[in-house]
């Protein structure tokens, strides 16, 4: 995915508009996570990863559980870009979409604190969404819980999700549709 299409909320609250819900839908099936804040001052990425100490990890671990879930009236205007669960056409490995700061991830999120190749997002045998921590340099986080590297845990919808300091609001397209509507 190029940086130029990288998109932002409000973009696709205005796309459901012109669309409708139905062909929304059928354009966009996926679930997508929410930038909601960094839970750090780096925000560049770079060639390496930046390494979280663990005073710094600590401190992300009681941010990402204090985070609140979005209004009920939609996702707050400032929440940011969203990122799209999705596989790469022609990428390998097709059972499982990989997050990293990588340009050639199926899910690719350009922070310092999170690695080439950070996690994989699969499908459990009830077709649920799991997260699993590809043993990444910073960790990641469901729902305040930091993931054991290559154990796959479930993602529940509207759950927080944070890779190294990064934390984002996990939403399936159903909820995602939703919500933008919402507001």
Not at 21 to 31: E, L
Not at 57 to 67: E, P, Y
Request: net charge neutral; hydrophobic share 35%.
């Amino acid at each position: 995915m190029a940086e130029d299409t990288l998109r932002d909320v409000e973009e696709y609250r205005r796309e459901l508009r012109a669309l409708g819900k139905s062909a929304f839908i059928r354009r966009h099936p996926h679930a997508v996570l929410i930038l909601q804040k960094s839970l750090s001052d780096e925000d560049e990425a770079g060639y390496v990863t930046h390494q979280i100490t663990g005073d710094e990890l600590q401190r992300i671990v009681r941010a990402a559980k204090t985070l609140e879930r979005p209004p009920p009236s939609g996702v707050d205007e400032q929440a940011g870009r969203v990122f799209e669960i999705a596989k790469r056409p022609g990428a390998p490995f097709q059972e499982r979409i990989g997050v990293g700061r990588a340009r050639n991830t199926d899910v690719w999120i350009p922070y310092p604190t999170i690695s080439k190749y950070h996690a994989y997002f699969t499908h459990n045998a009830a077709g649920a969404y799991c997260l699993t921590d590809a043993g990444s340099s910073n960790g990641s986080l469901v729902a305040g819980a930091i993931l054991e590297p290559k154990k796959p845990v479930s993602v529940p919808d509207g759950a927080k999700v944070c890779f190294g300091s990064q934390a984002f609001l996990f939403l399936s397209a159903d909820r995602f549709c939703e919500v933008l509507s919402s507001s």
